[in-house]
Nanobody, 115 residues
Framework: QVHLVESGGGLVQAGGSLRLSCAASVSRSIFSMNTMGWYRQAPGKQREWVATVNSGGSTNYADSVKGRFTISRDNDKSTVYLQMNNLKPEDTAVYYC???????WGQGTQVTVSS
């Protein structure tokens, strides 16, 4: 099991930016092999997938965030990031990171976008 800690959430106006971080409690060698993902859950809605980055650095995005969000990883720091630009009120949610290899989730970080 890997322990994940998200940070970087907050309150931002529409059109603004935030950068989320997710630090994993595993060594660089293990972290670098794992596909990492970001998910989000808005009030009253199911958790949904946002983006993933695999061990080779290839990325995939949900259509709703494509062109606005960028997922990246720093294997030396065992950390995955989510750069969120041009935020919209509908992006308001708790954002979670997930290590697909271990099936571990972080505790989540709140992102609130005001109109």
């Amino acid at each position: 099991q890997v322990h994940l800690v998200e940070s970087g959430g907050g309150l931002v106006q529409a059109g603004g930016s935030l950068r989320l971080s997710c630090a994993a409690s595993v060594s660089r060698s293990i972290f670098s092999m794992n596909t990492m993902g970001w998910y989000r859950q808005a009030p009253g809605k199911q958790r949904e997938w946002v983006a993933t980055v695999n061990s080779g650095g290839s990325t995939n995005y949900a259509d709703s965030v494509k062109g606005r969000f960028t997922i990246s990883r720093d294997n030396d720091k065992s950390t995955v990031y989510l750069q969120m630009n041009n935020l919209k009120p509908e992006d308001t949610a708790v954002y979670y990171c997930k290590d697909n290899a271990f099936g571990s989730w972080g505790q989540g970080t709140q992102v609130t976008v005001s109109s």
